[in-house]
Nanobody
């Protein structure tokens, strides 16, 4: 069992940065691939980024590649999402998720499929003003 708690959301101006954190409980955190998703009002939850259990491999949605960076510290049971060059389209509730299914090079084989992730946090709101 893994419990996930996100933090670090808030209000930021366009062009600014935020770093989200996701703290996990459970002794097997390092066994999970981890992902970040987001959900804007009236839209479906969409994939943002994923990292392998060792953080050696990462994968990003096209919309955030080059601006967002996912990382993890297994010693602290925490995964991060550094978000730079934010724009109003990034406004959403951001969720972290833990994945223990089949992987390819440590990344979930279908990282965009939210139904394949095993555990979810409650989300943290990110609002980017123009």
């Amino acid at each position: 069992q893994v419990q996930l708690v996100e933090s670090g959301g808030g209000l930021v101006q366009a062009g600014g940065s935020l770093r989200l954190s996701c703290a996990a409980s459970g002794r097997t955190f390092s066994s999970y691939a981890m992902g970040w998703f987001r959900q804007a009002p009236g839209k479906e939850r969409e994939f943002v980024a994923a990292t392998s259990w060792s953080a050696g491999n990462t994968y990003y949605a096209h919309s955030v590649k080059g601006r967002f960076t996912i990382s993890r510290d297994n010693a602290k049971n925490t995964v991060y999402l550094q978000m730079n060059s934010l724009n109003p389209e990034d406004t959403a509730v951001y969720y972290c998720a833990a994945y223990l299914g089949p992987v390819l090079a440590g990344i979930p084989i279908s990282p965009h499929r939210r139904d394949l992730y095993d555990y979810w946090g409650q989300g943290t709101q990110v609002t980017v003003s123009s």
